[in-house]
């Protein structure tokens, strides 16, 4: 019976995940490794879009747990920052490996880390990781703070905007869903360019603004009110609002309170770029959390005066 074999691929940012060069070069990289060995790659599974500092990937925590069950004898990454970017986590991780005999090879480093110079050689690459880490996120902030003060967003375009590159769109409210997708492109998207109103997303969020900013609805209210909502497109045809999901985590679906709680208190939807800071604080959505706030180059979706009704409903 040959050595049966586990490929483990990760991206981080958004622009790999959408483009996957980086995915199908580690893919490549793992198959050739393992036909040049006569070993049978029985999968490779795919982080896209996710820190490697992160322990809850959902095909990472996937591959612990079919290790538990014997499934496989060899996990085989490209490098060792694709598995993991943390040495604490990446040292309890191998040493779950090795306790049901999973035996971990990185080839970029040429490294069988079974072996007791293999874990030397471990200790050592993780604790410049670390390093690297450290300067790593600083050059993020530099890099985020630049793009906010220009007006550029960071990171997944909020709900109600997308790229613009209809042509070529991966957007997960794209296919199906959107009247554009597969149409001319509204812009050629580089990331020193605004992101534009999403054609149907946008009227979504600006509904959610107006039924909260009278007061009636609560953020539940509101969720349930934009899943039964039925939308008209040119054509005639009809859909239903759904949220956008996240590349590597979830599948667009319904509103819940929470997605329309932060929604509403998002700065960005008239015409304002906020930066978070790295501290934690990124997920929040007000704008007294944000450390800076900045003009925007996009286009507004919900005017001013609405949004500022919205949170003082709120507030009160």
């Known amino acids: 019976m040959k050595t049966q074999v586990v490929g ?75 598995f993991y970017r943390d040495l604490q986590g990446l040292l309890k991780t191998l040493n779950h490996l090795r306790q049901h005999d999973v035996t971990f090879i990185s080839i970029t480093e040429n490294l069988d880390f079974s072996t007791p110079w293999g874990k030397l050689t471990l200790a050592v690459l993780g604790t410049l990781a670390e390093i690297y880490i450290d300067r790593l996120r600083q050059e993020t902030r530099k890099g985020k703070v630049a793009r906010a003060a220009k007006g550029l967003h960071n990171g997944t375009p909020p709900l109600g905007y997308c790229y613009g590159n209809c042509a070529a769109c991966g957007d997960p409210n794209g296919a199906g869903y959107c009247p554009l997708h597969g149409g001319p492109n509204r812009q050629d998207y580089t990331p020193s360019l605004p992101l534009l109103p999403h054609p149907v997303d946008c009227e979504a969020v600006r509904l959610a603004f107006q039924w909260h900013a009278s007061g009636e609805c609560s953020d539940g209210e509101i969720a349930a009110r934009l899943n039964g909502y039925v939308h008209f497109l040119p054509d005639g045809s009809e859909i239903h609002f759904r949220t956008r999901g996240r590349m590597g985590r979830g599948a667009p679906g319904p509103f819940g309170k929470d997605t329309v709680r932060d929604m509403l208190q998002h700065p960005f939807y008239i015409g304002l770029v906020p930066y978070y800071g790295l501290d934690g604080k990124s997920h929040k959505r007000k704008r007294e959390d944000a450390e800076a706030l900045y003009p925007g180059r996009h286009e507004p979706i919900v005017d001013p005066a609405t949004f500022e009704e919205s949170q003082r409903v709120r507030a009160l």
């Open 8 to 82: 483990y691929t990760r991206v981080s940012l958004l622009d790999q995940a959408e483009k996957g060069h980086s995915l199908d070069a580690q893919r490549m990289a793992i198959e050739q490794y393992c036909a040049s060995r006569g070993w049978e790659l029985v999968e490779v599974k795919v982080d896209a879009g996710i820190s490697g500092t992160l322990s809850e990937r959902p095909a990472f925590q996937e591959l612990l747990h079919e290790a538990t069950l014997g499934r496989f004898d060899i996990v085989i990454v490209h490098a060792i920052d694709r």
